[in-house]
């Protein structure tokens, strides 16, 4: 299959009366797909997998996946299964919260409380633009280890309850330093609830998902399942780290390796946003202490090598979502493998930076 869609991708964008140029592109196609499957003789299809989407000039070129979803009911792993996501969360809040910005609903430097006004006095000067950078620091932090028993069965609400009664300092950083804060995102979920007037899982669901035609992708808010057949933490459970977990905004949505290239097409397309807040998303913003450059939602690129892109982990769950606009492709992994799951992903990116990279 993957190699008709090479193919007709080859035969969509070139001339037919090209035949050098064309073989050339389907030869270089045929080896990118070599080098994935010797990569990927490594992943077992019996044990917890992956699901990879390569994208090259706006089509899918490679798609894979290998592995079990449920090895309860042996059910497989294919591109429409749904795993977590993690932090590749993070860019859609951040897309949802430009999308009421450019509808005049709020203003990056509105006051957080402006929209939580059960915070503390203290997160007054704090604006919305600091949470999507990341340009805060907080003195305690919810989603570390030592608060993992608070966390089971939590939602935003318990998380703003911990902010008020464990004294919560937050404090701004150096002008542009950042540290990353998953506390930052989860208030910015409560944003777009507050200002959109449904809840935070509605509004993706209305206004990006069914946008995109994401039929695979969903928030697991409180209330909210798995559904039959999404990939299980190491394919036995849907807990992780033996807890359940309802906080949105900095993670909890499900998405399938297919809805994350109808996202890609949707986005670049300018569907969901305008030119100017896609350019305001995939721009530097700051600079995290811990390493790389923050956008708006992103993990992005230099200008000498350009890219945005946000990967997620949480327990067996790994995922990747890269784009590099100066090549024009993209990279799509999901999986449910842990450790050995994130060793394939790093490996099958640099293979595949490698592999279209200028010679």
């Given at each position: 299959?993957?190699k008709?869609?090479?193919?007709?991708?080859?035969a969509?964008?070139l001339?037919?009366?090209?035949?050098?140029?064309?073989?050339?592109l389907?030869?270089g196609?045929?080896i990118?797909?070599h080098?994935?499957?010797?990569?990927l003789e490594?992943?077992?299809?019996?044990?917890p997998?992956i699901?990879?989407?390569?994208r090259d000039?706006?089509q899918i070129?490679?798609?894979?996946?290998?592995g079990?979803?449920n090895?309860?009911?042996?059910?497989?792993?294919d591109s429409?299964t749904?795993?977590r996501?993690?932090s590749?969360?993070?860019?859609?809040?951040?897309?949802?919260?430009?999308?009421?910005?450019?509808?005049?609903?709020?203003?990056l430097n509105?006051?957080?409380?402006?929209?939580?006004?059960r915070?503390?006095?203290?997160?007054?000067t704090?604006?919305?633009?600091?949470l999507?950078?990341h340009?805060?620091?907080?003195?305690k932090?919810?989603?570390?280890?030592?608060?993992?028993?608070?966390?089971?069965?939590?939602?935003?609400?318990?998380v703003?309850?911990?902010?008020?009664?464990?004294?919560?300092?937050?404090?701004?950083l150096a002008?542009?330093?950042?540290?990353?804060?998953?506390?930052?995102?989860?208030?910015?979920?409560?944003?777009?609830?507050?200002?959109?007037?449904?809840?935070?899982?509605e509004?993706?669901?209305k206004?990006?998902?069914?946008?995109?035609?994401?039929?695979?992708?969903?928030i697991?808010?409180?209330?909210?399942?798995l559904?039959?057949?999404?990939?299980?933490?190491?394919?036995?459970?849907?807990?992780?780290?033996g807890?359940?977990?309802?906080?949105?905004?900095?993670?909890?949505?499900?998405?399938?390796?297919?809805?994350?290239?109808?996202?890609?097409?949707?986005?670049?397309?300018?569907k969901?946003?305008?030119?100017?807040?896609?350019?305001?998303?995939?721009?530097?913003?700051a600079?995290?202490i811990?390493g790389?450059?923050?956008?708006?939602g992103w993990?992005?690129?230099?200008?000498?090598?350009p890219f945005?892109?946000?990967?997620?982990?949480?327990?067996?769950?790994?995922?990747?979502?890269y784009?590099?606009?100066?090549l024009?492709?993209?990279?799509?992994?999901?999986?449910?493998?842990?450790e050995?799951?994130?060793k394939?992903?790093?490996?099958?990116l640099?293979?595949?930076i490698n592999h279209?990279?200028?010679?």
């Amino acid at each position: 299959m993957t190699k008709h869609i090479i193919i007709v991708a080859a035969a969509l964008l070139l001339d037919c009366s090209n035949h050098v140029l064309s073989d050339e592109l389907q030869n270089g196609r045929e080896i990118l797909e070599h080098k994935i499957d010797k990569i990927l003789e490594k992943q077992s299809p019996k044990a917890p997998g992956i699901s990879l989407i390569i994208r090259d000039n706006n089509q899918i070129v490679i798609s894979k996946s290998k592995g079990v979803a449920n090895s309860n009911e042996n059910i497989p792993i294919d591109s429409k299964t749904g795993f977590r996501i993690g932090s590749i969360s993070k860019p859609f809040t951040a897309l949802a919260i430009l999308q009421l910005k450019e509808q005049s609903k709020l203003s990056l430097n509105d006051s957080i409380k402006k929209y939580i006004g059960r915070l503390p006095s203290s997160w007054k000067t704090i604006t919305i633009h600091q949470l999507l950078t990341h340009q805060v620091s907080l003195n305690k932090d919810f989603f570390s280890d030592e608060y993992l028993e608070l966390a089971n069965g939590s939602s935003n609400q318990d998380v703003i309850d911990f902010i008020n009664t464990k004294n919560v300092v937050i404090e701004t950083l150096a002008p542009k330093k950042a540290s990353y804060c998953n506390t930052c995102y989860v208030l910015l979920a409560e944003v777009i609830k507050e200002v959109s007037g449904i809840s935070f899982s509605e509004y993706m669901q209305k206004y990006i998902f069914d946008m995109a035609q994401m039929s695979n992708s969903y928030i697991v808010s409180r209330g909210t399942q798995l559904r039959q057949g999404d990939a299980l933490n190491y394919a036995i459970t849907d807990s992780f780290f033996g807890i359940i977990q309802f906080t949105t905004g900095a993670m909890a949505q499900v998405s399938s390796a297919e809805d994350l290239s109808k996202f890609i097409d949707s986005l670049k397309m300018l569907k969901l946003i305008n030119a100017e807040s896609l350019a305001l998303m995939t721009e530097s913003h700051a600079e995290s202490i811990e390493g790389g450059q923050f956008g708006l939602g992103w993990f992005v690129g230099s200008e000498d090598r350009p890219f945005f892109a946000h990967g997620g982990s949480q327990d067996s769950y790994e995922s990747e979502l890269y784009f590099n606009p100066h090549l024009n492709i993209e990279f799509i992994f999901l999986s449910n493998g842990g450790e050995e799951s994130f060793k394939l992903k790093r490996t099958l990116l640099r293979a595949v930076i490698n592999h279209f990279e200028p010679k």
